[in-house]
C-alpha cells in the first residue's frame, strides 16, 4: 500500500521527540568540537600589476601583452624562491617562520590572459597573515630590478591587517547552522527508511490492502498499566459496603 504525503507527515509527527534527540546531540556535540578543538584559520590576499615592459609601436602592443603574460610565470617562480624567502625571514623575525614553513603558506595564483598576480597566505591570525602578503609583495618588487632587470611590478591591492573576515574554515555559527540542518534530514531519512523497511500492517486499511480480506476486529494495544487497572477493578467485584458505627 503506498503512502500518502499525509501519512509521511503523520509518522514525523509520532517521531518528533526523536529527531528533536538526534537534533539537539548533533548540535551540542558540534558546539563542543567547535569552542575545544577548532582553530579558525583566516585568509589574506593581495595583488600585484605586471605592467608593459617595452616602448614599442602601437601596432605592437598585442606582442608588449604576450611578453609581459610570459613574464608572469617567471615572477610567480622567482617570488617562492629561497632568495624572496630568505629576505622577508630575515626583514620580519616576528613572523616566527622559516623559509620553508613561509613558502609553504604562500600562494601565487594568476588568471588566463591577466597581467594580475595574486598572492594569499592561510593563518590563525589574520592580521599576521595580511603582513606576510605585503611583506612578501615589497620584498619582490625590492629585488626585482637587481634579479631581472626590470621594473615592471606594481603592488595593486595591499592586504588590510586590520580588516576582520570570517574564517575560512567556518565560523563557529555556520558550524552549528549546518550541523542542525545535516541532522535534521538525516534524522528524517533514517525515520523514513524504518518505516519503508518495516512490513508491520498497523491500521486496518493496510491489513485490507496486503490480505485482500475486510478486518472483522482489531485488538488495541494493552499496557502494562491497563493491565494493572483492570486488576484492580476485578478485586473491587462482589465487594461489600461496610458502615462502622459507634
Known amino acids: 500500500m503506498e503512502k500518502t504525503i499525509l501519512d509521511y507527515i503523520n509518522l514525523i509527527k509520532k517521531r518528533l521527540w526523536l529527531i528533536t534527540v538526534f537534533v539537539l546531540i548533533s548540535c551540542a556535540t558540534t558546539f563542543y568540537i ?37 613574464l608572469i610565470e617567471s615572477y610567480k617562480e622567482i617570488m617562492k624562491s629561497p ?13 616566527g617562520l622559516t623559509e620553508d614553513q613561509l613558502a609553504a603558506k604562500l600562494q601565487v595564483k594568476t588568471s588566463e590572459k591577466s597581467q594580475v598576480i595574486n598572492l ?32 615592471n611590478v606594481t603592488f595593486l591591492t595591499p592586504a588590510d591587517p586590520a580588516d576582520v573576515p ?45 490480505l485482500g480480506l475486510p478486518v472483522i476486529a482489531s485488538i488495541p494495544t494493552i499496557r502494562k498499566r491497563d493491565l494493572g487497572k483492570a ?16
Not at 83 to 94: L, R
Not at 170 to 179: C, E, H, R
Request: a negative charge; glycine letters at 4%; aromatic letters at 6%.
Open 120 to 151: 594569499s597566505v592561510e593563518d590563525e591570525s589574520y592580521s599576521k597573515a595580511a603582513n606576510i602578503v605585503n611583506a612578501v609583495s615589497q620584498s619582490f618588487i625590492r629585488s626585482l630590478p637587481s634579479l631581472m632587470k626590470l621594473d
Open 231 to 246: 486488576a484492580n477493578a476485578n478485586a473491587r467485584v462482589g465487594e461489600g459496603a461496610y458502615v462502622t458505627a459507634e
Open 34 to 70: 567547535s569552542k575545544n578543538f577548532v582553530v579558525p584559520v583566516y585568509s589574506a590576499s593581495g595583488q600585484l600589476l605586471v605592467n608593459n615592459t617595452a616602448n614599442v609601436p602601437e601596432s605592437n602592443n598585442l606582442n608588449n601583452l604576450n611578453f609581459s603574460l610570459n
Open 83 to 95: 632568495t624572496i624567502m630568505k629576505s622577508v625571514v630575515a626583514d620580519h623575525p616576528e613572523f
Open 166 to 210: 570570517a574564517a575560512t574554515n567556518g565560523s563557529f555559527a555556520m558550524n552549528l547552522i549546518i550541523s542542525f540542518v545535516v541532522s535534521l534530514m538525516a534524522a528524517i531519512g533514517i525515520i523514513l527508511l524504518l518505516e519503508t523497511l518495516n512490513g508491520t500492517l498497523r491500521t486496518e486499511k493496510e491489513a485490507e490492502f496486503d
